[in-house]
């Protein structure tokens, strides 16, 4: 299914095309598409060229899979288990030159991940970005050190069947795609 947003003005195909999906397909997401993606990750910008950004990867039946599937909500849970692929995205939260705090570190780990989602449509494959989820239960989990902060997951997989979800679920799977007129996004 591919539910292209209705633009205003042009932008890239790749934006056209990417949304969050929910029904995923159980087949596996190849090394060099993720590979791919992670690459796109890479290259995103960051304030000096810091690259706060760190994943932990789950592809289905390894165990980082498993451990970052049980930090998410139950509602999480039921969709994101069928696709190929869970990242956990994590950031640094100091600057490596000096110690000091980095403040664009969500940011620029946000940057990152967008750039993975655009790779991610590039590649033939969906994305669904979550909060929801226990960061504090991943970090445990993961023993990941207060030098970083967990933010959110990414699930990644090649889209499924949306006859095979819950009917509350379908309903967004087939609704059109909205976004707020432009006008309310800028500010005087």
Do not use: C
């Not at 994943?55 to 390894?62: A, E, Q």
């Not at 967990?150 to 009917?167: F, H, K, R």
């Amino acid at each position: 299914m591919i539910k292209k947003a209705k633009n205003n003005s042009p932008v890239n195909k790749l934006i056209e095309q990417r949304w969050s999906n929910r029904a995923y397909s159980p087949k596996e997401v190849e090394d060099e598409k993720l590979n791919s993606i992670l690459e796109a990750a890479r290259w995103a910008p960051s304030a000096f060229n810091e690259q706060p950004w760190r994943f932990i990867v789950g592809k289905k039946g390894d165990s980082n899979y498993d451990k970052i599937l049980s930090t998410l909500v139950e509602w999480n849970q039921k969709w994101a288990g069928n696709a190929g692929v869970l990242i956990l995205n994590i950031t640094k939260n100091n600057f490596s030159r000096n110690n000091k705090p980095n403040a664009t570190n969500e940011y620029d780990l946000g940057q990152a991940v967008a750039f993975m989602s655009l790779e991610t449509v590039n590649q033939g494959l969906y994305g669904h970005q979550m909060t929801g989820f226990d960061a504090k239960k991943a970090a445990e989990i993961f023993n990941i050190s207060d030098e970083y902060t967990v933010v959110s997951v990414i699930a990644i997989g090649y889209y499924g069947n949306p006859e095979e979800l819950p009917e509350d679920m379908l309903d967004s799977e087939k609704a059109e795609r909205i976004r707020k007129n432009i006008d309310s996004l800028l500010l005087n």
